[in-house]
C-alpha cells in the first residue's frame, strides 16, 4: 500500500485580480489546512481575462463549486444575464445570426435546422427558423433564472452572467478573505531557485522573501514567474489571428439585454457587451487601421489601447510554477474566452491538484490537457477569420489546428468533429458557423429523414418554447424585482 502523499503547505498566487482571487478561494477551498497567499502585483491593462466582465456557462458551475452565490454576483456585483451573442456582417452586409449555448436540439431538429440554414431561399422568404429556446427567449426580451433543482420551462436553457469587474472582484475578495487568504502588495523583483526546475521563493522589491511549494502565475500577460523561467519557451499565434491592436472604451450608456454583439465592419470587429453599468465596447483592428479611424469607430471615449502579439505558453506548467489565463495565453478579447480559459483551467487543476512532492506525470497530464484547451480557443477565434469578409478586412491567414477539417465537414456534411477540451460544444460551433455567415451542408440522415420523426420534434420544440415565454417574465421587469427585494429592509 502507498502512503498519501504529504500535502502542499503554502500557496502563492502571483496577480490580485478576479483570476488570482478566484483562484485562491480554489486553493483555500481544496485544502483548507494549506495557507494561501496572494501577491497583488501591479495590473495590466492588457490582462482581459481579469478586466473581463462576462464568461461563458462553465463559469456558473465553477462558481457553484466554490460556494459563490449567483444571486450575490446580481445583487451585488452588478449581475445580468447572457442568453446569446448576436452576430452580424461576418458573412456580408446585412447577413446576421445568434449563438446560444448548449446542446439542446433532438436529433431530428438538428437535421430539420441543417437542412432549413442550408436551403436556397428566395428574396422576402425570410431566414431560417431559430435554433434554440434561449433565442426565442432572447428574441422576446423573456427571462429569468430558473430555481436550483425545480424542473422548469426554463430549466434546460443555459446561460452566461456578466457583471461589473470592480464589484465582482470586491465580492471575491469578501469571500477569500472569511475562508482565510492572506494579501500583500508588491512587484516581484528577485526568483530564489529551488531543486531542480522548481523555485523555492519570490522576493518582493523593499521586502523579504516568500516561499511557497506551489505557485500560481495569475500575472496577466506579463506572465511574470513562468516567463522568468529558464524552461519557458512561448508559441507565437500571429500567423493564424492577425488582430492587432484593441481599443477598449469607457462604460457606455446601461444596458439590460440578454444579447451580447460582435459586428464585423470594413476596420475590424466591435464587441458590445451589454451592462447594468454601462455597455463595455471593444475594437480590434489589423495594425494598418489608422489609431484615428479607429477612435471613431469606437463612438466612446477609449480607456486603454492595446497592441497585441498573440501566442501562449508551451508550457503552462514549470517545476511549481502553473500559469493561468492571460499569464497561459494571449490573444483577442473576440467572444468571452479569456475567463472562460482561465476558469477552465482552474478547474483542470483543482482535478490534478498535486501534493508537495509533484510528479511529472501530473505535469505532462495538465500540459497536455491545458494547451488542448488553449489550442482549442485558437481555433474558435481563427474560424471568424476564415470567411471571405474578414479576410478583407484582415487579409488571409493560415487556418491552424483542425480548423480547416472543421469547415471542410461543415460545408459538405453539415457536421462538428469532435474535439478534445474545445470551449464550444458541437451544437455551439455549428452555430457559430452559420452567424459567421457559413452554410452547412446536408448531413447524411438528412437523405433518409423521417418526416413523421421530424414534425413530432418540432411540435415538441414548439410547444417547450409556449411554455417558456408563458413561464419566463418580462426580464427587465424580473432584474428590477430583484433587485429592488435586495434593497429591501429585514423583518
Given at each position: 500500500m502507498s502512503d498519501p502523499r504529504e500535502p502542499l503547505r503554502r500557496v502563492v498566487v502571483v496577480g490580485g485580480g478576479q483570476v488570482g482571487v478566484?483562484?485562491?478561494?480554489?486553493?483555500?477551498?481544496?485544502?483548507?489546512?494549506?495557507?494561501?497567499?496572494?501577491?497583488?502585483?501591479?495590473?495590466?491593462?492588457?490582462?482581459?481575462?481579469?478586466?473581463?466582465?462576462?464568461?461563458?456557462?462553465?463559469?456558473?458551475?465553477?462558481?457553484?463549486?466554490?460556494?459563490?452565490?449567483?444571486?450575490?454576483?446580481?445583487t451585488r456585483a452588478g449581475g445580468s444575464y447572457r442568453l446569446i451573442t448576436r452576430y452580424a456582417g461576418w458573412g456580408g452586409a446585412g447577413q446576421a445570426g445568434a449563438l446560444a449555448y448548449g446542446e439542446t436540439l433532438a436529433p431530428a431538429l438538428k437535421t430539420a435546422f441543417a437542412r432549413d440554414w442550408g436551403a436556397v431561399r428566395l428574396p422576402g422568404a425570410g431566414a431560417p427558423p431559430v435554433g434554440s429556446l434561449a433565442q426565442v427567449l432572447a428574441e422576446a426580451g423573456r427571462f429569468a433564472p430558473p430555481p436550483p433543482g425545480e424542473p422548469t420551462p426554463l430549466s434546460a436553457v443555459d446561460y452566461a452572467l456578466r457583471w461589473n469587474p470592480a464589484a465582482y472582484r470586491a465580492l471575491l475578495i469578501d469571500t477569500a478573505e472569511a475562508l482565510g487568504v492572506g494579501y500583500i502588495e508588491g512587484a516581484i523583483d528577485r526568483i530564489e531557485p529551488g531543486e531542480g526546475d522548481t523555485i523555492a521563493a519570490v522576493g518582493l522589491a523593499g521586502g523579504g522573501m516568500i516561499p511557497a511549494d506551489l505557485f500560481l502565475d495569475c500575472s496577466g500577460p506579463e506572465a511574470s514567474l513562468i516567463a522568468a523561467h529558464p524552461a519557458f519557451a512561448f508559441t507565437d499565434w500571429s500567423a493564424s489571428l492577425p488582430t492587432r491592436r484593441v481599443y477598449c472604451s469607457q462604460p457606455g450608456a446601461p444596458m439590460a439585454a440578454l444579447e451580447d454583439r460582435i459586428t464585423l465592419t470594413g476596420l475590424g470587429w466591435i464587441s458590445e457587451i451589454a451592462g447594468r453599468d454601462g455597455v463595455q465596447v471593444m475594437l480590434g483592428t489589423p495594425?494598418?487601421?489608422?489609431?484615428?479611424?479607429?477612435?471613431?469607430?469606437?463612438?466612446?471615449?477609449?480607456?486603454?489601447?492595446?497592441?497585441?502579439?498573440?501566442?501562449?505558453?508551451?508550457?503552462?506548467?514549470?517545476?511549481?510554477?502553473?500559469?493561468?489565463?492571460?499569464?497561459?495565453?494571449?490573444?483577442?478579447?473576440?467572444?468571452?474566452?479569456?475567463?472562460?480559459?482561465?476558469?477552465?483551467?482552474?478547474?483542470?487543476?483543482?482535478?490534478?491538484?498535486?501534493?508537495?512532492?509533484?510528479?511529472?506525470?501530473?505535469?505532462?497530464?495538465?500540459?497536455?490537457?491545458?494547451g488542448l484547451m488553449m489550442e482549442g480557443v485558437r481555433e474558435v477565434l481563427a474560424l471568424h477569420f476564415a470567411g471571405i469578409e474578414?479576410?478583407?478586412?484582415?487579409?488571409?491567414?493560415?487556418?491552424?489546428?483542425?480548423?480547416?477539417?472543421?469547415?471542410?465537414?461543415?460545408?459538405?456534411?453539415?457536421?462538428?468533429?469532435?474535439?478534445?477540451?474545445?470551449?464550444?460544444?458541437?451544437?455551439?460551433?455549428?452555430?457559430?458557423?452559420?452567424?459567421?455567415?457559413?452554410?452547412?451542408?446536408?448531413?447524411?440522415?438528412?437523405?433518409?429523414?423521417?418526416?413523421?420523426?421530424?414534425?413530432?420534434?418540432?411540435?415538441?420544440?414548439?410547444?417547450e418554447a409556449r411554455a417558456a415565454l408563458d413561464f419566463a417574465p418580462p426580464y427587465d421587469q424580473w432584474l428590477a424585482r430583484a433587485l429592488g427585494a435586495s434593497r429591501a429592509p429585514a423583518g
Amino acid at each position: 500500500m502507498s502512503d498519501p502523499r504529504e500535502p502542499l503547505r503554502r500557496v502563492v498566487v502571483v496577480g490580485g485580480g478576479q483570476v488570482g482571487v478566484l483562484a485562491a478561494i480554489a486553493m483555500r477551498r481544496a485544502l483548507p489546512g494549506c495557507e494561501v497567499l496572494v501577491i497583488g502585483t501591479p495590473p495590466s491593462p492588457a490582462a482581459f481575462a481579469d478586466i473581463a466582465s462576462t464568461a461563458m456557462p462553465f463559469t456558473n458551475k465553477l462558481h457553484d463549486r466554490l460556494g459563490l452565490d449567483e444571486a450575490d454576483i446580481v445583487t451585488r456585483a452588478g449581475g445580468s444575464y447572457r442568453l446569446i451573442t448576436r452576430y452580424a456582417g461576418w458573412g456580408g452586409a446585412g447577413q446576421a445570426g445568434a449563438l446560444a449555448y448548449g446542446e439542446t436540439l433532438a436529433p431530428a431538429l438538428k437535421t430539420a435546422f441543417a437542412r432549413d440554414w442550408g436551403a436556397v431561399r428566395l428574396p422576402g422568404a425570410g431566414a431560417p427558423p431559430v435554433g434554440s429556446l434561449a433565442q426565442v427567449l432572447a428574441e422576446a426580451g423573456r427571462f429569468a433564472p430558473p430555481p436550483p433543482g425545480e424542473p422548469t420551462p426554463l430549466s434546460a436553457v443555459d446561460y452566461a452572467l456578466r457583471w461589473n469587474p470592480a464589484a465582482y472582484r470586491a465580492l471575491l475578495i469578501d469571500t477569500a478573505e472569511a475562508l482565510g487568504v492572506g494579501y500583500i502588495e508588491g512587484a516581484i523583483d528577485r526568483i530564489e531557485p529551488g531543486e531542480g526546475d522548481t523555485i523555492a521563493a519570490v522576493g518582493l522589491a523593499g521586502g523579504g522573501m516568500i516561499p511557497a511549494d506551489l505557485f500560481l502565475d495569475c500575472s496577466g500577460p506579463e506572465a511574470s514567474l513562468i516567463a522568468a523561467h529558464p524552461a519557458f519557451a512561448f508559441t507565437d499565434w500571429s500567423a493564424s489571428l492577425p488582430t492587432r491592436r484593441v481599443y477598449c472604451s469607457q462604460p457606455g450608456a446601461p444596458m439590460a439585454a440578454l444579447e451580447d454583439r460582435i459586428t464585423l465592419t470594413g476596420l475590424g470587429w466591435i464587441s458590445e457587451i451589454a451592462g447594468r453599468d454601462g455597455v463595455q465596447v471593444m475594437l480590434g483592428t489589423p495594425a494598418h487601421v489608422p489609431r484615428e479611424d479607429a477612435l471613431a469607430l469606437l463612438r466612446l471615449p477609449a480607456r486603454a489601447v492595446i497592441a497585441l502579439t498573440p501566442g501562449r505558453a508551451e508550457r503552462p506548467w514549470i517545476g511549481n510554477i502553473v500559469a493561468l489565463g492571460d499569464a497561459a495565453a494571449r490573444f483577442e478579447p473576440l467572444g468571452p474566452l479569456h475567463l472562460d480559459l482561465a476558469h477552465r483551467q482552474l478547474a483542470l487543476l483543482l482535478e490534478m491538484l498535486p501534493g508537495r512532492a509533484i510528479s511529472p506525470f501530473e505535469r505532462e497530464e495538465y500540459n497536455r490537457r491545458s494547451g488542448l484547451m488553449m489550442e482549442g480557443v485558437r481555433e474558435v477565434l481563427a474560424l471568424h477569420f476564415a470567411g471571405i469578409e474578414a479576410q478583407r478586412v484582415f487579409g488571409a491567414v493560415p487556418l491552424p489546428g483542425r480548423v480547416g477539417a472543421v469547415i471542410d465537414q461543415f460545408l459538405r456534411r453539415g457536421r462538428i468533429p469532435f474535439r478534445e477540451e474545445s470551449p464550444l460544444l458541437g451544437q455551439e460551433q455549428f452555430a457559430l458557423l452559420v452567424a459567421l455567415g457559413w452554410v452547412p451542408g446536408l448531413p447524411p440522415a438528412a437523405q433518409a429523414a423521417d418526416a413523421a420523426g421530424e414534425s413530432t420534434a418540432r411540435a415538441a420544440f414548439e410547444a417547450e418554447a409556449r411554455a417558456a415565454l408563458d413561464f419566463a417574465p418580462p426580464y427587465d421587469q424580473w432584474l428590477a424585482r430583484a433587485l429592488g427585494a435586495s434593497r429591501a429592509p429585514a423583518g
